[in-house]
């Protein structure tokens, strides 16, 4: 199996509608340890991409990425915003210029995206942010890269997954980076609003997939 422009484009919407159903969502995790405006970022973010994909759709996959990374730059504000649009724009170089994209440059993307945003964020993992969903679900697509026959939704199932449970462990920590490091101990019990984002974003690509 693989994945065309338009695939991608199909897939960055059924995103832009899971981070529009679950804004409040977000923006109450970030009022609890944040300033609470992380749904409203990510929502902005993704009506933009869908209102740029409306207009024309790239013509590669990389292109799409591309569009979306220089989108969220442009529009969001904040941590997340860069963050994000790093992300996007490293999977964006990594898969290239090719009409399609296969399993191994999914795969690859997503390394790329947790690389560009460790690169440019500094976080660790524990660190209680989007790094500790994103190391996660690297960790589980490459795994699941390794079986014979895994397709593209299989490795996007794996990440989404390993995503989930990845943002889930930050409920535990103490945050060290971003907003939330300012309230130290307090952070704690709390779930990381960029680790849930980073997890339905996954799992929107991988139901897109399938
Ligand atoms: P802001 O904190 O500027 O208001 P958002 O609320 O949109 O931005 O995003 C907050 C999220 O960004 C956090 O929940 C965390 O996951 C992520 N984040 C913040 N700083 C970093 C960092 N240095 N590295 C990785 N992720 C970070
Ligand atoms: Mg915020
Ligand atoms: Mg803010």
């Known amino acids: 199996m693989s994945c065309t422009a338009n695939g991608v484009a199909d897939a960055l919407r059924a995103a832009a509608a899971v981070i529009a159903e679950h804004r409040v969502e977000l923006i109450e995790l970030d009022r609890a340890i944040g300033d609470g405006d992380h749904g409203e970022n990510m929502n902005r973010g993704f009506v933009a991409i869908v209102s740029s994909l409306d207009t024309a759709v790239p013509e590669t996959p990389g292109a799409v990425l591309k569009l979306a990374a220089t989108t969220l730059i442009s529009k969001v504000g904040g941590a997340a915003g860069p963050l994000y649009g790093t992300a996007f724009l490293r999977a964006s170089t990594v898969v290239g210029t090719g009409s399609e994209l296969d399993t191994a440059a999914v795969v690859a993307g997503l390394r790329a995206a947790l ?14 942010t989007m790094v500790d969903a994103l190391l996660a679900a690297v960790a ?32 535990d920590m103490v945050a060290r980076k971003g907003r939330a490091s300012y309230l130290g101990e307090r952070s704690a019990g709390h779930l990381d609003p960029g680790a849930r984002s980073t997890a339905l974003l996954l799992g929107s690509l991988a139901r897109a997939a399938r």
């Open 115 to 128: 690389e560009g945003v460790q690169a440019r964020g500094k976080a660790v993992e524990g660190d209680k």
């Open 140 to 171: 589980a697509a490459e795994q699941a890269a390794g079986a014979e026959g895994v397709d593209i939704a299989g490795v996007l199932t794996a990440a989404a997954d390993g995503a989930a449970k990845g943002a889930e462990s930050t409920v």
